[in-house]
DNA sequence: CAAATACATGATAATATGTTCATATGATGA
DNA sequence: TCATCATATGAACATATTATCATGTATTTG
């Protein structure tokens, strides 16, 4: 019986091949966008769904100051999207992306 | 036909069910080590096999304190080994997941 | 064993980053 | 229109990060 892979290793090998140093840059600045727990957390927290300002400084327990400044950092790279519904703005995950890297990052901690 | 995935989009859900908040704090560690240009440089640098610091510094032309700095973090972070060779000494990857989670960040960007 | 090679490391300084506080903006309803 | 709710944003401060410089340690070779 196979073991079922997470990732295509073949697909991986040709992904990775003649990558630029601009590309490296680039990828850095990605990174660096997963690598503050806050930010983190909110991309989690919206794992289940669009959810407003209000919902996500609740489930994180951080103010709305602290929050926003993340929130518009994760919209600036465009791993969240927002939408005004009435007073509210509402934030989306901005792709199917995000929860592959999460989870790859999981896969890799937990060994 | 089908389109190969690079991953397995159920066992993406399942990996990232139930993921505790200190795991999403080791998560942003984590990425925070690829979150730095010259880090990601030295990781996309060894891809192609294990290297010594002055091959990896004439690769990415820096100084070798530099160089042995990022180093340093990328061996506390285990993401990649080191053995001592003569005088010099040999790192390499530690694990394929370096390889997976930089393929998954150049897909992102590449959209 | 002295010198040279290869690398590591501590201190410092410059810069970047994240939170907080205060305040501004935008939308709604009385 | 005014008060209120929801969110955004600028300034300031504290902390973290990174490269450089100087120097220390380990290994080999003459």
Redesign the pocket.
Same mark, same amino acid.
């Given at each position: 019986m196979e073991i079922p892979k997470v990732y295509d290793e073949e697909k991986i090998e040709h992904i990775i091949k003649n990558v630029t140093e601009t590309e490296l840059c680039d990828l850095a600045e990605l990174f660096?966008i997963f690598?503050?727990?806050? !930010?983190i957390k909110i991309l989690y927290d919206l794992f289940d769904g669009e959810k407003?300002?209000?919902e996500i400084c609740e489930d994180l327990e951080?103010?709305?100051? @602290?929050v926003?400044?993340?929130?518009?950092?994760l919209r600036t790279s465009r791993l969240v999207s @927002?939408r !005004?519904a009435?007073? @509210?703005?509402v934030y989306a995950l901005a792709d199917d992306h995000v929860k592959t890297i999460i989870a790859m990052g999981k896969e890799h901690i937990e060994e």
């Open positions: 660096k690598g503050d727990s806050t !930010r407003n300002v209000t951080m103010n709305q100051s @602290a926003s400044h993340q929130l518009k950092i @927002a !005004r009435g007073k @509210a703005m």
